[in-house]
């Protein structure tokens, strides 16, 4: 079956611009995990949805940082304002809900704010 | 909250099996032990996870003592297109805590 993926695959904007990140989950995958990556470095944790809410959003960097999954599928993250150092991939990963740690990654969005 | 520890370079040459390993001194009860592969300009794969002892699959063998404070990751007869960074997870089994991923470690597999 068809993987994660994440639209737009890159994504550049202007600073203090809005802008909103698409990840489409593995069917049946009831949970979603959100992500960002700088170079040279891990994965970083943003947020973690359960099914519709938000399990876990400690990741969250601050309130300019926003994501929602209103049917338990489709989750998008939303950047408000954006400064230059937002720039990074954003990555999504879902999972079944019996296996948190075995987690399916998209190919990431990057972002870049110039 | 385990913190893991592992090299941040490896080089290997084709054929060979490589080892990395990785400690997790303060490893919890209820947390396995994930490693993930990451190809440059894609998002991590998952590889393997265990709890103790020795498990293996069709890519990998992952090594864990009795105390469980390391883990070892075995590849077999690599290849040029096993270079990717690989990432050493302690979670939660039931995924009641994010996964904290480190820098990794660069295996770099030369001809």
């Known amino acids: 079956g068809a993987g994660v993926s994440q639209t737009p695959s890159n994504k550049v904007t202007e600073k203090g611009k809005y802008v909103e990140l698409r990840c489409d989950p593995i069917s049946g995958h009831t949970a979603l995990y959100w992500y960002r990556q700088s170079l040279g470095q891990g994965p970083e944790f943003l947020i973690y949805f359960q099914g519709t809410g938000a399990a876990d959003d400690s990741g969250l960097p601050n309130d300019r940082f926003f994501a929602v999954r209103p049917e338990g599928s489709v989750s998008t993250l939303k950047i408000q304002r954006t400064e230059r150092g937002d720039s990074a991939v954003y990555l999504c990963?879902?999972?079944?809900?019996?296996?948190?740690?075995?987690?399916?990654f998209g190919p990431g969005t990057r972002l870049t704010v110039l | 909250l385990a913190k893991t520890t592992q090299p941040i370079s490896m080089d290997s040459y084709e054929g060979q099996e490589v080892n990395i390993t990785c400690s997790h001194n303060?490893?919890?009860?209820?947390?396995?032990i994930t490693w993930y592969q990451q190809f440059p300009s894609q998002g991590p794969r998952f590889i393997i996870q265990?709890?103790?002892t020795k498990v293996t699959n069709e890519v990998a063998s992952l090594f864990i003592p009795a105390d469980r404070k390391s883990s070892t990751l075995s590849l077999p007869r690599v290849s040029l297109s096993d270079t990717a960074v690989y990432y050493c997870l302690v979670g939660d089994k039931e995924g009641r805590r994010a996964l904290t991923f480190g820098s990794g470690t660069r295996l770099q597999v030369q001809p």
């Open positions: 990963a879902s999972s079944y809900w019996t296996a948190p740690n075995e987690q399916f």
């Open positions: 303060n490893i919890a009860t209820n947390d396995y």
């Open positions: 265990g709890y103790k």
